[in-house]
């Protein structure tokens, strides 16, 4: 089955404790991006990824890093959390170049971080 | 830059009422249209997308699109809506490029009552 797969799925931590959100698509795609997703604000991307190590800054980076080793994962690390990263996170992949596919993302099922 | 509005931030109806949300994009050529949905604790399904062709397209669920470029819209109607439509729905936009990067509406959340 083709998915998009996000672990933990819930995480409670305190703040300056590093974790890493994993993330892992089983569709071959190029393209792979992170979201966080906070009321009233809707869906703002944190990173993305074109390929296999070529990532780039989306429009919240701050305080986040991302590594693309391979073409299947991408991992959301979080150094030093702070209170303000709590959040809703999603992870998402698609083709990328091969219209009419091009475009549609598809989204893991969320991590609901809470940082004290 | 390309963007998208969604001017409703919640829409309340009743269940059987006929839906319509807004959804007006910002892009210097053709664009990529997108309605997603995100229904309670779970991640964004693709409802439907326009790349070319009809502006009216069908969607799973029974939803239905239609482009409109003179007005930069994309909105999104059901007929009929059930009680399950309760839900989160975003509007994205893409370039019809290579090397595209949607961008999200904020989203629109739908009531239904009963």
């Known amino acids: 089955e083709a998915q998009v797969t996000q672990n933990p799925r819930y995480l409670i931590t305190v703040t300056g404790k590093k974790l890493t959100v994993t993330c892992s698509q089983n569709?071959?795609?190029?393209?792979m991006s992170w979201y966080r997703q906070d009321p009233g604000l809707g869906l703002r991307q944190i990173y993305y990824?074109?390929?296999?190590?070529?990532?780039d800054k989306g429009d919240v980076p701050e305080g986040y890093k991302v590594s693309r080793k391979e073409k299947r994962n991408f991992p959301l690390i979080l150094e030093s959390p702070s209170p303000n990263q709590t959040s809703l996170y999603f992870c998402?992949?698609?083709?990328?170049?091969?219209?009419?596919?091009?475009?549609?993302?598809?989204f893991g099922e969320g991590s609901r971080l809470t940082v004290l | 830059a390309q963007s998208v509005t969604q001017p409703d931030i919640h829409i309340t109806v009743s269940e059987g009422a006929s839906l319509e949300l807004r959804c007006n994009y910002s892009?210097?050529?053709?664009?990529?249209l997108f309605w997603y949905v995100q229904s309670p604790g779970q991640g964004l399904q693709l409802l439907l997308k326009?790349?070319?062709?009809?502006?009216l397209v069908q969607g799973i669920k029974g939803f239905e699109a239609e482009f409109k470029r003179s007005q930069s819209s994309f909105n999104l109607r059901k007929p009929s809506v059930h009680w399950s439509d309760a839900a989160e729905y975003f509007c994205?936009?893409?370039?019809?490029?290579?090397?595209?990067?949607?961008?999200f509406g904020r989203g629109t959340s739908l009531i239904v009552h009963p």
């Open positions: 998402a992949s698609s083709l990328l170049g091969q219209p009419p596919v091009t475009g549609e993302l598809f």
């Open positions: 569709m071959n795609h190029e393209y």
């Open positions: 990824s074109m390929n296999v190590e070529v990532t």
């Open positions: 892009y210097g050529a053709t664009p990529y």
């Open positions: 326009y790349f070319s062709g009809d502006t």
């Open positions: 994205a936009v893409g370039g019809s490029g290579g090397s595209y990067i949607p961008t």
